[in-house]
């Protein structure tokens, strides 16, 4: 069964440092989204990608945070400058289409990501 | 601001029981529900989804939408110790021209279901 997978699983960084984590989509897949999730916190939206160009993005979501989708598979999340409030759980996940019926959005197995 | 809120729980029900989870959200105009399952440390496993008013079932899962009193249910039939995780309840679409992409989550509410 076709699944999101996350590189790495885990990361540890220096605060102020960049990382960058990879998603690979399920392969029919249209839309691609970034989610975090603090420990002991509710799962919160970070961004939605389609199309090559950010749909959709929340307040998290600043300057520090870019997506791409650098090749035909990979959907990536950079961060800049780290800080040690990053530290979290954060899941790509993707989904077939936007209507009713095809918009379940599956969820890769996350990266842990913790800031020192 | 979309709000989706659930009981923390935890929900504590024997082996065989049904366990009912709650759920309810502050936008009217949300379309789309869809109830993942957590295990700790894992991501969110889709169980089910529901866009209309009324009963869904996917065999032991039973999802209850009430649009009128913005309310979402779960019931686990005859729960096993492996349901026990934290169950999700999350949102999508709404009025104001709400969000067609994001996912709104609650809190989640942490079942056991014990032997």
């Known amino acids: 069964e076709p699944e999101v997978t996350q590189t790495p699983s885990h990361q540890v960084t220096q605060m102020g440092q960049e990382v960058i984590l990879r998603c690979v989509p399920i392969s029919n897949h249209l839309y691609f989204y970034w989610y975090r999730q603090i420990l002991g916190q509710k799962v919160e939206f970070l961004v939605s990608?389609?199309?090559?160009?950010?749909?959709?993005k929340s307040e998290i979501f600043d300057d520090q945070f870019s997506v791409e989708r650098p090749d035909g598979s990979n959907f990536t999340l950079k961060i800049r400058s780290t800080k040690l409030e990053d530290s979290a759980m954060y899941f790509c996940a993707s989904s077939e289409e936007l209507l009713a019926g095809a918009e379940t959005q599956y969820f890769g197995p996350g990266t842990r990501l913790l800031v020192l | 601001q979309k709000e989706v809120e659930q009981n923390s729980g935890p929900l504590s029900v024997p082996e065989g029981a049904i366990a009912s989870l709650n759920c309810t959200y502050s936008?009217?105009?949300?379309?789309?529900f869809f109830w993942y399952r957590q295990y700790s440390g894992k991501s969110p496993e889709l169980i089910m989804f529901i866009y209309s008013n009324g009963d869904k079932e996917d065999g032991r899962f039973t999802a209850q939408l009430n649009k009128a009193s913005q309310y979402v249910s779960l019931l686990i039939r005859d729960s096993q110790p492996s349901d026990s995780a934290t169950y999700l309840c999350?949102?999508?679409?709404?009025?104001?021209?709400?969000?067609?992409?994001?996912?709104?989550f609650g809190k989640g509410t942490l079942l056991t279901v014990n032997p």
């Open positions: 936008d009217r105009g949300s379309q789309s």
């Open positions: 990608f389609y199309n090559n160009e950010i749909s959709e």
């Open positions: 999350a949102v999508k679409g709404g009025s104001s021209g709400g969000s067609n992409y994001k996912l709104t």
